[in-house]
Structures are given as structure tokens and as C-alpha cells.
């Protein structure tokens, strides 16, 4: 007899963005797998994106949840925490989903079982390149993280992301320092690998699991959302650093010669020529920031 198959819980959290969670939980609500639910996680201080999604609360797969608290961590730890699924598959409110999207992650998950942290590809939705840029992460191989030291292997990023509940659990959730809206303002996908891997768990970086990132970003707004995300990076590498020295310095070293070969496939997604300057400027600044932090070594989150 076939063992039954995991539920998922997918996981989109959003804030102010009514014109796009409809679109959204629509695409997942496709799904090909059956055993699945899907929780919106809302941190709006208005009604318009529960009004928009009203004519889906009749369905027993969508959980609504109104959320005070800011920030993507403390979102996504919110819907992790209202669920008992298996796996935890997660999206952004920006973003749509392939019919096979969570069929893909169960049978990725079920092929390694050491897995415990999971990047799909990002692929940007068409925009007018003249005014900007789609920000995405588009892989082109499947990968396997087995150690810190190998990091510098992996791109991905919370729009196509998937974990084991379970070690969710074990690392204490996403650290809410840390991403959109929090004081370190990104990478808290990143700090979560970072610790998934120092528990010994591996991350899978797979092509095969995909979504379509639609919100652009302005030439305009290049630099300064460049500096905001390699910020985050840059605190949640210094964090891992004071956690894991030597292994942590290897790794480091081998992220700088990626640096200088042209980067991760996050950063080819804005903009045919990297603005080193300011990827530079924002790790380097955050990287200060995540030494001198207070940070709670028994939780590995930032006080």
C-alpha cells in the first residue's frame, strides 16, 4: 500500500496589494494535487483585500487571517503556525502559480528525504522594459546544498520557497528581524537556509518548481531596491558568521569570487548590467549592522 500523500499548506502573505491576492490564491487554488490548503495571511490596516477575497471564503481550502503584526517574517511564522500540514509551500501576493506547483514540491521533497528547505524559480512577468524591470530568480539546473560552505551555490527567494513544517519547528520559525517590513528589511529566506544547513539539513534548488513574479520595479527604484535586499543578505550572513565561524568564512570567500563572476541568478533578473556599487554598499552596511546586532543564540534569531 502507497503511503498517503502529504498535505501542504501554502502560505501567501500580504499586505495592500487588493488588485493582486485574488490572482493570486486563484492560480493556487488550480492546483493539480488535492491535498493541500491555503492560508492568507493579511497585515493590511484596511478591508479592501478581505473584500476582495470574500467570494473565496466559502471554500474549505482558503484559512483568512487578519494580522496586526508587520513584517514578512512574522506573517509567514503566523500561517506556518495554523497549520499541522507536512510541508509548508510559499508564495508572494504578487506573484501566480503553475498548476503543477505543489504536485512538483511533494515529489521533490518525497525524492530527498534529507531535504529540509526548498527554491523553485521565479520567473518575471512580462513589463515594458523601457520603464523597469521584473525582479525574479530564473534557474537553469537543479541543485543540492549540502553544507554552509556551499551556499554560494544557491539563488531563490520566499516567492517559491517551500520548507518541511518540522523543521520550521526546529529552527524556530523565520526570524522577524529580518524581511519586508522588518528592521533588517530582507533575506529572511536566506537566514533560514543559512540555519537549516548549520542543523545539517540540505536545500534543494530546483527549475522544475516555478512561479511568475508580476510586480516591476522602476529603473528609477534599481538602486535603492538593490540596497534593500543585499542589506538583509549582508546581516543575515554577519549572524551566521558569529554562529559558525570558520565554516562561515570559507563560505564567504567563495561568495565573493561568485560575486565577481556576475552574481546570483537573483541579481541577472535586474537589469542586463549588475549595479555592483550598490549590492556592495547595501551587504557591506547590513553585514555591519548583523556583527553588532543582539542576537539570542539559543533561538539563532536576532533579539
Keep these: 500500500m502507497n503511503p498517503p500523500s502529504p ?25 493539480t494535487y488535492s491535498e493541500y490548503e491555503v492560508h492568507i495571511i493579511d497585515q493590511s490596516t484596511d478591508e479592501l483585500s478581505r473584500e476582495r477575497l470574500r467570494p473565496f471564503m466559502g471554500d474549505p481550502r482558503v484559512r ?61 512577468g512580462a513589463y515594458a522594459h523601457d520603464d523597469g524591470f521584473v525582479p525574479g530568480c530564473v534557474l537553469s539546473e537543479t541543485a543540492l546544498i549540502g553544507g554552509l560552505e556551499e551556499i554560494h551555490r544557491l539563488s531563490g527567494t520566499t516567492a517559491c520557497m517551500a520548507i518541511r513544517r518540522s523543521v520550521w519547528q526546529e529552527l524556530n520559525g523565520f526570524d522577524e528581524a529580518l524581511g519586508i ?18 542543523r545539517g539539513y540540505h536545500v534543494l534548488q530546483t527549475p522544475e518548481v516555478e512561479t511568475t513574479h508580476r510586480s516591476p520595479t522602476l529603473w528609477a527604484d534599481r538602486a535603492a531596491t538593490i540596497r534593500r535586499n543585499w542589506y538583509g543578505s549582508g546581516a ?10 570558520m565554516p562561515m568564512l570559507r563560505a564567504l570567500k567563495r561568495l565573493s569570487k561568485r560575486w565577481v563572476g556576475g552574481g546570483s541568478e537573483v541579481a541577472a533578473t535586474y537589469g542586463s548590467r549588475p549595479d555592483r556599487f550598490s549590492m556592495l554598499a547595501g551587504f557591506g552596511w547590513g553585514f555591519v549592522v548583523g556583527l553588532f546586532w543582539r542576537l539570542d543564540r539559543k533561538t539563532r534569531h536576532f533579539r
Aim: hydrophobic share 50%; net charge negative; charged share 20%.
Design 236 to 245: 543575515a550572513f554577519a549572524k551566521s558568521l558569529r554562529l559558525a565561524r
Design 7 to 31: 498535505r501542504v499548506a501554502a502560505i501567501i502573505a500580504t499586505i495592500h496589494r487588493p488588485e493582486d491576492i485574488d490572482v493570486a490564491l486563484e492560480s493556487v487554488l488550480r492546483s
Design 181 to 198: 517590513g522588518a528592521p533588517l528589511r530582507s533575506a529572511e529566506d536566506l537566514d533560514l537556509t543559512l540555519r537549516a544547513l548549520a
Design 64 to 124: 483568512y487571517s487578519a494580522h496586526p503584526g508587520s513584517g514578512l517574517s512574522a506573517a509567514l511564522n503566523r500561517g506556518a503556525s495554523l497549520t499541522t500540514a507536512e510541508l509548508l509551500a510559499i508564495t508572494g501576493d504578487d506573484c501566480t502559480v503553475r498548476e503543477d506547483w505543489l504536485e512538483k514540491i511533494v515529489a521533490a521533497f518525497d525524492a530527498h528525504p534529507n531535504v529540509g528547505v526548498l527554491f523553485g524559480s521565479v520567473l518575471p
